[in-house]
């Protein structure tokens, strides 16, 4: 049964003092609610993108983007080696692997002129510096990736607090990091090749000017 109420409708402009009252149907509680079931899916997706989308965020914000280095931190450095780290991959919807990164870096670096040394002839350079390479993908939504692509300037340090004995270890003396979206191996390919070429720029301008 519908709960059916008299109200009273006062027009004391018109009428001062008089009221009249009116018939006014109101609906039931539950019905008045907004029925969010067709939207559902909708919604549940567009939370798992938001969710998605936040953990990227807060991995790139709590990792600096850039370096509060000297810029003067590769002077004197005559070649690198490089290193790619293991890809970090929560998808089987793109083709991309370590070799394919490795491969693709060291003939980047080849172009832009940066020197790769080999093991060998890292033993025998102060301070063993090589490039670190770390890629992370994620599925988001369709064909759409997020990625975080790290590179890493890393050298053998010692320590200059007093110990026993002398304690060095692989130190990042330059870093960059950049994240995207992606739904294509090359266009996580052009960010690594951009970050390499912002390296390379900073080893020749501080090498020349030595």
């Known amino acids: 049964m519908p709960n059916i109420k008299l109200r009273p409708l006062c027009r004391s402009i018109d009428w001062p003092g008089a009221c009249i009252e009116t018939v006014v149907q109101e609906k039931p509680r539950e019905a008045a ?12 997706i567009g ?6 989308v936040a953990l990227a965020l807060f991995v790139a914000l709590t990792r ?3 370096s509060d280095y ?9 070649g690198v080696g490089l290193n790619v780290l293991p890809l970090t991959m929560r998808s089987n919807r793109l083709d991309f692997d370590t ?19 080999t093991g060998t002839e890292l033993d025998r350079v102060p301070g063993r510096p090589f490039l670190e390479i770390g890629v992370n993908i994620a599925h988001a939504q369709g064909p759409s990736h997020l990625y975080t692509v790290s590179l890493r300037l890393r050298e053998m340090a ?16 330059w870093e960059r990091e950049s994240m995207g979206v992606a739904n294509r191996p090359e266009a996580i390919l052009e960010t ?3 970050m390499l070429t912002l390296f390379s720029e900073e ?7 030595e």
């Open 33 to 44: 609610e907004l029925n969010f079931e067709p939207w559902k899916p909708y919604i549940s």
């Open 47 to 52: 939370m798992k993108y938001f969710s998605v």
């Open 64 to 66: 600096a983007s850039s």
């Open 70 to 78: 000297s810029e003067n931190v590769l002077q004197g450095i005559k």
């Open 99 to 117: 070799a394919m990164l490795g491969e693709h870096a060291s003939h980047k670096l080849e172009d832009l002129q940066v020197p790769i040394l």
């Open 158 to 173: 010692a320590l200059e607090r007093p110990t026993r004995r002398s304690v060095s270890m692989a130190l990042s003396t």
């Open 192 to 194: 690594v090749d951009r």
């Open 203 to 209: 080893f020749h301008k501080s090498n020349t000017e």
